[in-house]
C-alpha cells in the first residue's frame, strides 16, 4: 500500500486529503497538523479586530475528515528527503512514498530590528486572539492612564489582510468605544508603508475606493514611509517616530520556517516546484500553498500566494498522486483565476472577479462572505455548514 503523508491541515493540505480520499486509491492517507483543527486564515483579521468569533473559523479535526484520512496532532520540525522521513517536534519520525508539503505561511518582518518583539503579527489564531486582546487591554488601560497612546493603534504594512483588519476593527469602534467608556473621537488608527504603491492586484480606480473609504473613516494611510525600526510602543521611520500602545504587524508572509529548516532551495521558505506541483528532482514530493512558488505563464515572477490558488493546487496535486498510483500521465497545473475580494468590513469591499469586473460597497463585502462559505463548503460539506451556522436555515 502507497504510504501519502500530507503536512498541514490548511486550505492545501485539507482540500489534498479530501480529494485523495475521494479518488479510493489503494493508498494510506495520514494528515499532520500542529492543531486539532482547520482554520480559515482569510478570516484572521476580523478575529483580530474583534468582529468575529475565532469559534466560527474552526473546523475541528479529525471529525470532519473523510474516514480513509488517519490525523496525527503534531508539529513537523525538518523535513529528511534523503531518508524519505518527517521529523515531529514529540514521537517517532513518520516515513513517505509520497509527500505533500502544505505547512503555510509566517509572518514576514525583513529583519527589522524590533518588529518581531514589539509588533504583533496576524497569522494564525493565536496571534489573530493576541492582537484582540491587546487592543482591549489598552482601551481598558486608557481609562486609568488617560494616555492618547492607548487608543491609538498602528499597522505596520499596507498588505492585503492590513486593510481587511482596518476595515473590520473601523466597524467595531463604536462598540468597543462604549464598552470600555473611552471617547470614539480620540481613537487612532493608522497604517504606515514602505512603498508609495498599495493593492498592486487592483486598479488605480478600486484602490482609490479604498482610500477614500479609509479616510472618510478617519483611518491614516501613510505610503512611502519605511519603517527602519520598531521598539515598545515605537514605530520609526526616517524622518519621524510614531508612538501607540498596539502595534500590528502586516507587511506580508514568507512560508513556514520548517522549509528553510529542511534540505530546499528556496526563497523566502518558497520553493519553485514543477508545472505538475512537485520538485524537479524528487518527484514524489509536492509542495502547495504558501510554501510554493509556481511559474506564472508569460511573467517573471510566480503566482501570489493566496488562498484560492493553494486551494486549487491541492485538487491538482492529488490527481496528479491519483494518476501515477493508476499509471496514468500527470497533468500540468492551470490556475483558473476566480478573482480577487477584499472586504472592509462586513459592509463595503472592493474587488475584481470574472475577468475584469469591478465591485464596490456592499456587493464586494457580500462576495467576500459567499467566497469563504463556499470554501468552507468544500472542505466540510453541507452538514458541517450547518452546525457551524454557516447556511441560513
Ligand atoms: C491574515 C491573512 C489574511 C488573508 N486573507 C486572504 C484573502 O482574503 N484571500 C486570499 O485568497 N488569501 C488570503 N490570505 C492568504 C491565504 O490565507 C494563504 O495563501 C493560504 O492560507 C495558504 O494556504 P496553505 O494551505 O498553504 O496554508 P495555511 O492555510 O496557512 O495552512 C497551513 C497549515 O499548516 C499547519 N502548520 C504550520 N506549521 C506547522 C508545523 N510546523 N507542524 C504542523 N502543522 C503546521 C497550520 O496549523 C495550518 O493548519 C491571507 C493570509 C493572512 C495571513
Known amino acids: 500500500m502507497t504510504n501519502i503523508l500530507i503536512l498541514g491541515a490548511g486550505y492545501a493540505g485539507l482540500r489534498a486529503a479530501k480529494v485523495l480520499a475521494q479518488k479510493k486509491l489503494d493508498a494510506a492517507i495520514t494528515l499532520v497538523d500542529r492543531n486539532r483543527y482547520h482554520y480559515e486564515t482569510t478570516s484572521l483579521p476580523e478575529v483580530a479586530a474583534g468582529t468575529r468569533r475565532a469559534q466560527s473559523i474552526l473546523l475541528p479535526l479529525p471529525e470532519n475528515l473523510p474516514a480513509q484520512v488517519n490525523f496525527i496532532q503534531a508539529t513537523v520540525i525538518k523535513i529528511d528527503r534523503t531518508n524519505k522521513q518527517v521529523e515531529l517536534a514529540d514521537g517517532q519520525p513518520l516515513t513517505y512514498d509520497y509527500l505533500v508539503v ?9 529583519d527589522i530590528p524590533g518588529a518581531a518583539e514589539n509588533a504583533l503579527p496576524i497569522v494564525d489564531v493565536k496571534s489573530a486572539l493576541a492582537v484582540k486582546k491587546q487592543l482591549e487591554t489598552n482601551f481598558q488601560n486608557y481609562q486609568t492612564s488617560q494616555d492618547p497612546d492607548d487608543l491609538r493603534v498602528i499597522v505596520c504594512g499596507a498588505w492585503f489582510s492590513s486593510f481587511e483588519f482596518m476595515g473590520a476593527l473601523v466597524n467595531r469602534l463604536p462598540r468597543l468605544a462604549e464598552h470600555y467608556r473611552v471617547p470614539l473621537d480620540k481613537i487612532e488608527i493608522q497604517c504606515i508603508e514602505a512603498k508609495d504603491m498599495i493593492l498592486p492586484m487592483f486598479d488605480d480606480d478600486l484602490t482609490n475606493y479604498v482610500k477614500k473609504w479609509l479616510a472618510d473613516h478617519n483611518v491614516i494611510l501613510r505610503t512611502g514611509m519605511p519603517i527602519k525600526e520598531v521598539q515598545a510602543n515605537k514605530v520609526i521611520t526616517a524622518d519621524q517616530t510614531y508612538t501607540a500602545s498596539t ?22 521558505n518558497r520553493v519553485m516546484v514543477s508545472d505538475q506541483l512537485s520538485l524537479d528532482d524528487d518527484p514524489n514530493v509536492f509542495l502547495l500553498g504558501d510554501v ?10 510566480p503566482f ?47 474587488a475584481k472577479v470574472f475577468g475584469d469586473h469591478k465591485l464596490r460597497g456592499y456587493a464586494a463585502a457580500a462576495m467576500k462572505r459567499v467566497i469563504d462559505d463556499r470554501s468552507l463548503l468544500k472542505q466540510a460539506g453541507v452538514k458541517a455548514m450547518v452546525k457551524y451556522g454557516r447556511l441560513p436555515l
Do not use: C
Request: negative net charge.
Open 102 to 110: 502544505a505547512l503555510g505561511l509566517e509572518s514576514e518582518n525583513y
Open 304 to 350: 501570489p500566494a493566496t488562498g484560492q490558488i493553494a486551494f486549487q493546487m491541492a485538487d491538482a496535486a492529488a490527481t496528479n498522486i491519483a494518476a501515477d498510483l493508476n499509471g496514468e500521465p500527470r497533468q500540468d497545473f492551470v490556475f483558473n483565476d476566480l478573482g480577487t475580494v477584499l472586504a472592509l468590513g462586513s459592509k463595503d469591499g472592493v
Open 247 to 268: 502595534l500590528v504587524w502586516t507587511t506580508g508572509v514568507r512560508g513556514s520556517h520548517v522549509i528553510g529548516d529542511s534540505d530546499f532551495e528556496a526563497r523566502r
Open 292 to 301: 510554493a512558488a509556481v511559474r506564472q505563464p508569460g511573467k517573471p515572477y
